[in-house]
């Protein structure tokens, strides 16, 4: 699976969009980008995944650049609740379960 | 709403004894996976089963981790002897199948003394 690279960490306000950025620029054609968030003391949550076409859904939108070799996660309107580690990953879709986790990007919103 | 539960949350425990943590996945997945979670390595897959048969067991240190499903509701993981070194949070996580998004547990917080 290919690497990602995302920033460690990240702050935002209240109220406003959060943008998330990864980098993945080994990305192969059937590797997807899945995100998923940790809150403290919690397991992590599944967020959203996309191959090539921007994605949405009701806790974010994920959008994927033409060549596939960086993604950005956004959340719309970030709570305190938001606060979190995001984990950018990238995978195939095969006959293997793995996730790889890296260190993630932990974002704090603030008020 | 559907969620896949772990017991027990917390676990503190003696080096030697034997530890055993449970997962019932989600009603309906055929697909577990056991996670830890410590500091130094992050989240690291130890193993993960489908239709209850291990598929890869890669990830765990065999003479002393095992990971069994004795019935489609229910995933064990057990560590005998328990060392210092297993200190970590475990995640239990399950799926539709083995390409499909991954729902994770609350976890398991094992401190061995």
């Known amino acids: 699976d290919a690497k990602t690279t995302q920033p460690t960490s990240m702050d935002c306000a209240e109220g406003r969009a959060a943008n998330l950025p990864c980098n993945h620029s080994?990305?192969?054609?059937?590797?997807?980008v899945y995100w998923y968030r940790q809150i403290h003391s919690q397991g992590p949550q599944y967020i959203i995944h996309?191959?090539?076409n921007n994605e949405t859904n009701e806790m974010a939108s994920l959008i994927i650049t033409e060549d596939r070799k960086s993604s950005t996660l956004i959340l719309p309107h970030a709570t305190l609740r938001d606060t979190a580690v995001y984990y950018c990953?990238?995978?195939?879709?095969?006959?293997?379960?793995?996730?790889?986790f890296g260190q993630g990007t932990t974002l704090q919103v603030k008020p | 709403d559907a969620r896949v539960t772990q017991t027990p949350r917390d676990k503190v425990t003696e080096m030697g004894q034997e530890v055993t943590m449970r997962c019932q996945p989600i009603?309906?997945?055929?697909?577990v996976f056991w996670y830890r979670q410590t500091m130094m390595q992050g989240l690291e897959l130890l193993a993960y089963?489908?239709?209850?048969?291990?598929?890869?067991d890669s990830g765990m240190p065999k003479d002393r981790f095992s990971a069994e499903m004795p019935d489609a509701t229910l995933a064990t993981l057990k560590i005998q002897p328990s060392e210092p070194r297993d200190s970590a949070v475990y995640f239990c996580?399950?799926?539709?199948?083995?390409?499909?998004?991954?729902?994770f547990g609350p976890g398991t917080r094992l401190t061995v003394l």
């Open positions: 996580a399950s799926g539709l199948g083995v390409t499909d998004t991954q729902y």
């Open positions: 080994t990305i192969s054609g059937n590797e997807y």
């Open positions: 996309g191959l090539k």
């Open positions: 990953i990238v995978r195939v879709k095969s006959n293997t379960g793995k996730l790889i």
């Open positions: 009603l309906g997945h055929n697909t």
């Open positions: 089963f489908r239709n209850r048969a291990p598929l890869d």
